[in-house]
């Protein structure tokens, strides 16, 4: 779809295009025909991170955007909304809304996404920012290392220095054979170890950083969604049982090691925090109810609940 795009100066653009591994290295002849540059760059295999990073360092544009390389810009004016949308130099990154192809009754239908941190999808990003500010993946981190990256990134960038596009131009494409499709709905479910890595990094990097505010918003965060999380339908099947209470001990495990750090949170924040948790999982309609309360939960997890070695949350 890159080489379809209209009204746009071919020159202004380029692609850096990462082989994670040898095997995977496709020849730069390949290349040759498209109207803009490819850089085709291969690196040890070393996971979705580490690769990430490796084009962040390879560019030398002055704005940045990362793409999974089974999607595609969704209409041929995709690239010329963009670039109108960037000439603002008092921004440094811009989200832009995109659309996700989902599959329902034999068809695939578009659901529409706005602002958030989860996916890196349609995101800008000043290139000399993100190295000014040393904002970069977590080379350890397999899954979940979208939201570690844009969780830094919009916690560090001024608000007045973020734009918003609010023209679809990125389609996250269904393709099932890809990580968090092959998960599908038990994606958190079978990958909560790598979330609580996640959660524990972005916090450590946080007071790495000096920036307390931010260590209790993540805590605080991790507490309330784990809360409804643990109450959701699909989590309390007899089926998921042993993986419901494997993952009981990987928040434990998280909830030990910060769990300081929460008694010291505004219970106020923690109550706006939860309101949203909340919202969002009664509108997933999968959500259960509050057959306890908050904190009748967490001294469950505390006192009932084996955590983990807390090590293994180190990334």
């Known amino acids: 779809m890159l080489?379809?795009?209209?009204?746009?100066?071919?020159?202004?653009?380029?692609?850096?295009?990462?082989?994670?591994?040898e095997e995977s290295r496709l020849p730069d002849e390949l290349f040759l025909e498209y109207p803009y540059r490819v850089t085709n760059i291969t690196i040890p295999h070393g996971g979705v991170s580490r690769a990430r990073n490796a084009g962040l360092d390879a560019s030398k544009a002055d704005w940045v955007m990362i793409c999974d390389f089974d999607d595609q810009i969704s209409s041929t004016l995709g690239l010329a909304v963009l670039f109108s949308a960037i000439t603002d130099n008092d921004k440094d990154m811009y989200y832009s809304h995109f659309l996700e192809e989902v599959p329902k009754d034999g068809a695939i239908k578009?659901?529409?996404h706005g602002r958030d941190v989860i996916?890196?999808?349609?995101?800008?990003?000043?290139r000399k920012w993100l190295k000014k500010n040393n904002i970069r993946f977590c080379d350890r981190l397999t899954l979940h290392e979208d939201v570690y990256f844009n969780t830094l990134a919009q916690a560090i960038c001024k608000e007045e220095r973020i734009g918003e596009i609010k023209t679809s131009f990125y389609l996250w494409c269904n393709n099932p054979q890809s990580v968090g499709r092959s998960y599908g709905w038990r994606f958190v479910l079978d990958t909560y170890d790598h979330l609580m890595k996640q959660r524990a990094a972005i916090t450590e990097e946080f007071k790495r950083r000096g920036m307390q505010t931010q260590v209790k918003i993540t805590v605080s965060k991790t507490v309330v969604d784990a809360f409804y999380d643990f109450q959701t339908t699909a989590w309390l099947t007899k089926d998921n049982r042993e993986v419901y209470q494997k993952n009981e001990r990987w928040f434990c495990t998280f909830l030990k090691r910060y769990g300081k750090i929460y008694a010291e949170c505004d219970p106020i924040a923690i109550s706006k925090l939860a309101e949203g948790s909340r919202d969002f999982h009664y509108k997933t309609n999968c959500f259960l109810m509050e057959?306890?309360?908050l904190g009748a939960w967490l001294h469950h997890i505390m006192e009932e609940v084996e955590p983990f070695d807390l090590s293994v949350l180190d990334v």
């Open 291 to 293: 057959c306890r309360t």
């Open 110 to 112: 578009l659901m529409p």
């Open 119 to 126: 996916f890196i999808h349609g995101k800008m990003f000043r």
């Open 3 to 21: 080489a379809l795009q209209r009204n746009i100066n071919f020159q202004d653009v380029g692609v850096i295009l990462i082989n994670d591994g």
